[in-house]
């Protein structure tokens, strides 16, 4: 209707219902506003609250309102002789038909105290096994949960015996800084022992990471790096548009689901420049050996991600170029030593099969 | 082409309320129009007799060159007849109480708001266009399944409020008390029972000279009335709780005159014409935000959204120490009742019956 035309408001309501409970709870606090004043407050309707309250608490008022006598007055309201008649016949038409009457009355009585009863088991079972229900399901939710991010393996042992040596892992990351360059604002993802962030600071570039190891982080502060404990994609998603010159993350795509992925690349386009290089390392399954052995030494891996595939969906994401680098070669391979011919093309394709590069990163720009 | 007349018609038509004044209100804005227009009912109080017709004359007059709005804020056998009369027809929804205000209180309320309900259903079936006189009746007719609504908000004869207080009602009540006035038919919905705890609260801890005064009507609610007696005797505030019954318009005139501030915790309201008399008495109001309430009062008054009794008795006494609150007030009030001038809302109501004054039946 008219709204609209006096659409702001003459007062501050806000303000002054701040200063009204002010002065209501200081007045409980001095007793001015005491338990006489709540009795009023609370004092029921004579004759029985309103049908309109009782549907607050239906199931409480209806055991009430089931016992409660009907009430009916026969006397007619009109003044006089006039009404002695209209008197007389409700009282015989209601004298005539009492048995009918009771008849309904004491049917519709036991159709009432049935319903009742089955509301009330309703209710009291309800919580119980419906409740019971849900936390079995929660339960059985945290279990899988906690084998999948294999919770009670203590990874920092399992680090030490499979993880990287420091200065490999330096090595691999130097290779990648020529893309951040000069740049103000890299995320780490999944920074870890503060490797690339190190590197990072040595040679001017401003950086930053996140990790969910607590330990881990309290490390790499410790150092004098900047690092966040908080989830990367939580993160990423409180990000401004625009406001990141590079995003590192190395190991990181293979502890989340492909679907996963891709929501955090979405993200990860959203908040860089243009200009600006999202890199990510993994795992390469094209080395056999890695496929099908070193990758599921890592029981929180979930799906190898083959690096053509892993292109396309940085492609799919809105970055352009994106190109593939492989790292890290295989310290083992079949002696290639007096073959040639057809032989030594050969064995040199079974090498790369089997011994191919461990590693291969991702490079996407942002346009 | 142009309608022939434009006749109205709602069960039941007197003196004061707030359906009648807008029906004898538009009769006159038709007239002014051109249109032959009248108004009639199935019951006409005495003192309008004289000036509304019997709704069966309508079946032998009425013709299909003629608009008929129906007015419904109850159910009636009649509406069902008068939608097989072959004139055009559109619906005036002044709203229908939920029975469940009425259910054990007052069973043939019950009855009748739950017929009314029903028979709301049946008419979006039959009746074309249906006017709401707030955007919360026109949501009601959107969920009752009309095709075509608008708002057009009650077209208030203005004139009526010009009249000289009555001098009785001033001298009884005038004076340096907190008059605490609420205007409406005493009716579950209205919760004249939660005015009286408010009273209570009130007194007890913002002012011990406090009074309400229960402005309207009480013949159709005789059980819910003598319940809210008995909870102020209750509460011992017999003497503080002040029902005068259906009134006079100067004696009305007077209640505002004396009121220090009008307090709604009505639950239900169509329109909520009282928050405008209000503005037109200058008298601030302090509402629960329910039903109309908010949208009909605009910003002038101060809306509480949950009925918090305490904070309602402290506001009534922030506005008692502060003029120049109550003054911001009263002239927001002032400002708000140029949106339901004659004028505008003459302009609105031709604006939606447009198409219906235009097109051929």
New interface residues.
Partial sequence: MSQGHTSERAVDVDALVAEVKGRVRDKRARGVYGPDVDAALLRPLPGGPLASDQLEDALTSLSGAIDQEVAYDPRSRKGGLAGVPITFARRAVIWLIRWYLFEITSRQNHINALALRALRDLDARLPTEVLSRIAALENAKRVVDARENAQYLDYSRFAQRFGGLEGQVRRQAEQFMPYFAGRRRVLDVGSGRGTFLTLAQEVGVGAYGVDLSPQLVEQSRAQGLEVYQIDAEEHLRSLPDASLDGIFAVHFAEHVIPGHLFEILHECKRVLVPGSHCIMATPNPRTLTVGAHTFWLDPTHRKPLPPDAFQFYLQMSGFEPVTIQTYNASEQHLSEEGLDGIALANLRLLNETLFGDRDYAVIGMKP | MRPRAIHQFHPALAAGDAVSNHVFALRELFRSWGYPSEAYAVEAKPAVKAEVLPYRRLFREASAEDLLILHFSIGSDVFDKLTNLPARQTLVYHNVT?S??????NPHAALHTRKGRAQLHALAKRVPFAIG???FNRRELVSAGFARTA???ILIDWSRYDVVPDERVLARWRGPHTNILFVGRIS??KRQ?ELV?ML??TR??VDRSARLFLVGAHEDQP?YR???S??AA??GLADAVIFTGSVSESELAAYYGVASVFVSLS?HEGFAMPVLEAFRFRVPVIALDAG?VG??A???A???GEKD???FG??V??LRERPA?RE??V???E??L???SAA?VAERTRAALELELSVAA
């Fill in positions: 939920p469940a205000y009425f259910e054990g209180v006189v707030s955007g708002v057009v908000p579950p919905n029972d705890r209570a609260y007890a801890c059980q003598a319940r809210v008995a909870l209750e509460l639950e109309a949208e009909t605009g910003g002038a101060l809306l509480l009794i305490p904070l402290e506001m006494g922030l609150l911001r007030l002239a927001a009030g400002r708000r140029n949106d339901f505008n």
